[in-house]
């Protein structure tokens, strides 16, 4: 997952906190003096972000300012360029606080989230609704094909208008105070979600006193499982939590069937009631964004999400998903058939229900392919799979990692790498969190603490890019071993990184991950591919004990169960996409039942009983966390067909065929938002893709179409 540097919206301006007294200077408002820029996280203190931020504030305002009065004509360098390059002690501010509010997250940081994000939104509102700013932008922007401007620069002013207009700039005085009281209340709504997001899984624990009943669970599972019991005080017991290291394990494994369904049902109820209820929640947003759209000229909150994007549409972005959604459902009904025909073969005496499909999934992985995941994991400890990524990049890209142990860092366990290039040059700075806290969100991502540009006089500023994770620790005695989809999850985001680390587009606003939201996960789910491709994966995954190459016989089950279970996790994506659409096509006038709308977008999409959305609603983060994805989790499919497409070109040619990837380096990596994003696509591949080679790449078998009109999904519930 892209984490995109914050999302914007409005409010009250509270009281800040003092600095304090004494000689001390606030490490925001003078150089870090650091090595690469790097911020100087030890000497940080909670006092040090509002008054920093109160700063930035009234620096930035002066910058708009002076653009405003600036009574030159304006043109690209007095009035776009001078934009990007203003409010730079803001945004440091805010890129450090908005990392840590979500890896150290504690009551300290909380606090001044609700006061920093809404002043943070308001000053955005304030510049985005400057109708004297917006009228130097309009005036660029209506002579932009008589100034001589290259393609990149030409674009910028396209996307600046429209980011204008977008955020209210043709509004009437009266509408924008709607629209501000709209983003403020929105951003108030996204840390009440959040909040009660992460309290409600940090509540939850499942206490087990007897080790029998841990049958089937791996050692190293179990062993991680008395450590967590014997740190939360109950030593001599084991306790598993909601977080993924721990809740998968036991799904997948556990031959205990009633502590399944208990820590099935507990994850899919998160947040669902009790003081951490985020249904009602989800109604204010819901109702908020509908406003929102509709004061902006569009049909709903879908059709305003991606009207900016590559899909245009919420219907060409629900067609795409109902070209994979019956293939993945016809093959579900094949793997039920499979485990209900090895449950019966045990004599378990059940039905397959949602919190057996993990573990029978497991079991005829198992019985087909003779693969069991716990002898794999032990070829993936985390150190030999950062390798793996760290040879992934030299051997495409010719970058080179070296760690900087007494680089700053924001906890004992982050990682910081200086990157170089073939000449030795420096490329960029890259961090790594990868191990669950209390104190971090679920999930991974990667987001930058510095972004690169580089100045019409040639000043550059190289990337700070980070990857956060909530991987599988290490235990007593053993590494921290990674299952299949962490392994996975960690080349995705080091795409991410790759992505922000090699950007050579000059702007701030097109530099590195700033790009459309639906061509983001181009670079993360490309490099994916490699993980488990056998020219590289016999490099770097070795046997944590005996330090063995993982052998030809087990590379090769892994590559004939490469597209086991893609029924059920493709079933489970494509409906969670498909849920988040129609959320952002409704337009409610009152509250509707939350979990009532789930069923029967489930009902109308004839979900299969065994398999529940990948996220439901009130644990649905990237929709309800913030608008970062909302109406625009379709992206991960979209960027699919064109990352299994691209992907199908390295097979072709070779995975570190150096012309090939010269190739997507120069026209993906380095170029960000500087080009339109198909144009980009088509240059690399030669075609616009289709989404044939991403079923090839699942394994999935394409259904006969039908008529259009019967494809469509109808709209269900609300108004």
Excluded at 214 to 226: D, E, M, R, T
Excluded at 259 to 278: C, H
Excluded at 338 to 344: G, V, W, Y
Aim: include cysteine.
């Amino acid at each position: 997952m892209f984490k995109p540097i914050l999302t914007l919206a409005v409010s009250i301006v509270l009281p800040l906190a003092s600095q304090g007294a004494g000689t001390r200077t606030n490490p925001f408002l003078e150089p870090y003096n650091t090595p690469f820029n790097i911020p100087p996280f030890e000497k940080i203190q909670y006092d040090d972000y509002l008054p920093a931020l109160e700063q930035g504030i009234k620096d930035y305002k002066a910058e708009i300012d002076a653009i405003v009065r600036n009574r030159a004509t304006p043109d690209f360098d007095n009035t776009i360029l001078a934009m990007e390059q203003a409010g730079q002690l803001l945004n440091r501010v805010m890129t450090v606080f908005s990392a840590l509010d979500e890896t150290e997250s504690c009551p300290e940081m909380v606090a001044i989230s609700e006061k920093a994000y809404p002043i943070y939104s308001q000053v955005n509102d304030e510049v985005m609704m400057n109708s004297a700013l917006f009228q130097r932008v309009k005036q660029v922007y209506d002579r932009r094909n008589q100034m001589g401007l290259d393609p990149q620069q030409l674009l910028a002013v396209e996307k600046a208008y429209k980011r204008f207009t977008r955020n209210g700039a043709l509004l009437s005085e009266t509408d924008k105070d709607k629209l501000k009281k709209l983003n403020t209340e929105l951003t108030d709504l996204f840390l009440v979600f959040n909040k009660n997001l992460l309290n409600d899984t940090n509540a939850f624990q499942l206490i087990v006193d007897d080790k029998s009943q841990l049958s089937g669970i791996p050692a190293s599972n179990v062993a991680q499982a008395a450590d967590d019991a014997a740190a939360a005080g109950h030593k001599g017991k084991w306790m598993f939590t909601l977080h993924a290291p721990s809740r998968l394990p036991l799904l997948q494994y556990a031959d205990n069937r009633e502590l399944r369904r208990k820590m099935y049902e507990a994850y899919i109820n998160l947040a669902s009631s009790g003081k951490n209820d985020n249904k009602p929640v989800i109604n204010r947003i819901l109702k908020a964004r509908s406003e929102k759209a509709r004061l902006l000229g569009f049909e709903n909150f879908a059709s305003y999400a991606t009207d900016d994007v590559m899909a245009k549409t919420p219907e060409a972005a629900e067609d795409l998903l109902l070209e994979i959604w019956q293939p993945a459902v016809n093959r579900v009904a094949d793997e039920v058939k499979e485990m209900q025909a090895l449950a019966d073969k045990e004599g378990a005496g059940i039905k397959i229900e949602p919190w057996d499909y993990y573990y029978y999934a497991e079991k005829v992985r198992k019985d087909k392919f003779d693969l069991n995941e716990d002898e794999v994991r032990a070829y993936f400890s985390l150190d030999n799979v950062r390798e793996g990524i760290f040879s992934m990049a030299n051997r495409l890209y010719g970058v080179k990692f070296t760690e900087l142990p007494d680089a700053p860092k924001y906890n004992p366990e982050v990682k910081v790498y200086e990157v170089t290039d073939e000449k030795g040059e420096h490329v960029a700075v890259f961090m790594t969190d990868y191990f669950p806290r209390a104190s971090k969100r679920q999930g991974a991502w990667m987001s930058e603490f510095q972004g690169a540009f580089t100045d019409p006089d040639g000043k550059s500023q190289r990337p700070i890019v980070f990857n956060v994770g909530n991987f599988s620790r290490p235990t007593a005695d053993t590494p921290a071993l990674l299952t299949l989809d962490e392994v996975e999850t960690m080349f995705h985001e080091f795409g991410h990184g790759l992505h922000g680390m090699l950007t050579k587009a000059k702007l701030r606003s097109q530099a590195g991950t700033n790009v459309d939201r639906d061509f983001v996960e181009l670079p993360s789910q490309i490099h994916e591919h490699w993980a488990l491709e056998p020219e590289l994966l016999k490099t770097y995954a070795r046997h944590y004990k005996t330090g063995e190459v993982i052998p030809d016989e087990l590379v090769k089950k892994l590559e004939a169960a490469s597209t086991h279970n893609q029924g059920f996790a493709t079933t489970e994506l494509v409906g969670a996409a498909l849920l988040d659409l129609q959320f952002g096509k409704l337009n409610p006038d009152g509250d509707i039942d939350i979990a009532e709308f789930e069923k029967n977008v489930a009902s109308t999409l004839k979900m299969p009983a065994e398999v529940q959305f990948r996220y439901r609603s009130p644990y649905f983060r990237h929709v309800f966390g913030s608008d970062g994805y909302a109406s625009g989790y379709y992206t991960y499919l979209w960027a699919e067909v064109l990352d299994t497409d691209g992907f199908e070109l390295f097979k072709e040619k070779g995975i570190f065929d150096p012309a090939t990837a010269k190739k997507f380096k120069e026209t993906v990596l380095e170029s960000g938002g500087s080009v339109d994003p198909m144009d980009l696509y088509v240059t690399f591949r030669g075609h616009r893709p289709s989404v044939d080679a991403l079923l090839r790449n699942r394994g999935l078998t394409p259904v006969k179409k039908q008529a259009p009109k019967q494809d469509k999904l109808p709209q269900v519930g609300g108004k």
